[in-house]
């Protein structure tokens, strides 16, 4: 197996909703900012998704067709395309069969911007669903909007995150830019581990198979390896035992950098209790041998970037059974 990861953009929305790019102008701007691929995930509406397939086929750009479920309750990003459900259909009581519904048929629907208030102020920007089991979503965002490590909201959803791991949830990691319009900032991507050509249908398998990490430049290798010599990769699941962990950070030039200026630091390792052991890198790079115990094992790295201290990234966790 032969896993690169590319950055997405996974949450952006054109004239045809409430933001202010055409769908070719939005691939346009994905190609300039050195991605490889995004999804359009207009409110309540798949209008764009022609012109911006078409748009991204001439760029060479990976393209996921999608929609962002605007309700009172909450917002779902649902990737893979059109399966045919009314938004306003879609209800607590009715969310995880309709999520159901959409992974069955090989789409992904996740939880976006879970601690987010709506602007203007208004009911329904946050997750106020009332799910206890997310077995029928595919994935969460942990991050979103600008500068995200900073972002209070941010920091709840990564605790949120981390607590439905803990309780068995299988989640990809995400980031939601929530792309409206031309912006200057820091920002981060969704960087999907593919498996094979750089097509739309290995994207979607990178989430279903949580091969996710998010983050603001900085690359991630990152495997575990058993005393047999079995390979694990961020997302995978495995049994309790002993391993090796192998991970190298690089920091970004060029490309999806921004012009922005990136020291790595430190590599985390969180487990299920929420703690993070920090270790520093040598030349980017750490190993270590560790004896895994039910739960999971989630990768973070800090540094700085242009000089202030942030958190660089967040991987989908290794999940241990």
């Known amino acids: ?25 939005l691939a346009r701007n994905a190609l300039e900012e ?29 393209f996921l067709p999608g929609i962002e479920w605007t309700t009172f309750y909450g917002h779902i990003t649902v990737l893979g395309g059109d399966f045919g459900v009314d938004w306003r259909e879609v209800n607590p009581e009715t969310v995880c069969t309709n999520a159901a519904n959409i992974k ?32 029928d979503f595919t994935h969460y965002e942990v991050w979103s909007y600008r500068d995200p490590s900073e972002e209070h909201t ?61 983050s603001t430049g900085v690359r991630l290798e990152a495997n575990l390896t058993d005393d047999k010599g079995n390979r694990f990769f961020i997302g995978d699941q495995m049994p309790v035992g002993e391993y090796t962990l192998d991970t190298k950070l690089t920091a970004p030039h060029g490309g999806f950098s921004n012009g922005n200026t990136f020291s790595i630091k430190t590599i985390s ?36 970037v242009n000089g202030n201290e942030r958190k660089l990234l967040i991987a989908t966790p290794f999940f241990i059974k």
Request: hydrophobic share 35%; glycine share 14%.
């Open 34 to 62: 050195g991605l490889a691929g995004f999804a359009l995930t207009d409110h309540n509406t798949f209008a764009g998704t022609s012109y911006a397939r078409q748009a991204a086929e001439k760029l060479g750009l990976v």
């Open 104 to 135: 069955e048929k090989g789409g992904c629907a996740g939880i976006a911007h879970p601690f987010r208030i709506g602007y203007p102020i208004c009911t329904g920007g946050s997750d106020g669903w009332g799910i206890d089991n997310y077995k």
């Open 269 to 304: 390792l969180v487990g299920a209790d929420g703690k993070a052991e920090k270790h520093e890198t040598v030349d980017g790079k750490f190993t270590c041998r560790l004896k895994l115990k039910r739960g999971f094992l989630q990768l973070t790295a800090e540094g700085d």
């Open 1 to 25: 197996m032969s896993i690169e990861f590319y950055p997405f953009e996974l949450h952006t929305h054109s004239l045809h909703s409430d933001g202010s790019f055409t769908p070719e102008e």
């Open 154 to 214: 941010n920091r709840l959803a990564e605790e949120r995150y981390r607590f439905l791991a803990a309780n068995g949830n299988r989640l990809a990691c995400v980031y939601g830019r929530d792309w409206h319009a031309k912006e200057d900032g820091l920002f981060a991507a969704t960087y999907l581990g593919i498996d094979g050509a750089l097509i739309t249908e290995n994207a979607l398998e990178a989430i279903r198979k949580g091969r996710s990490y998010v």
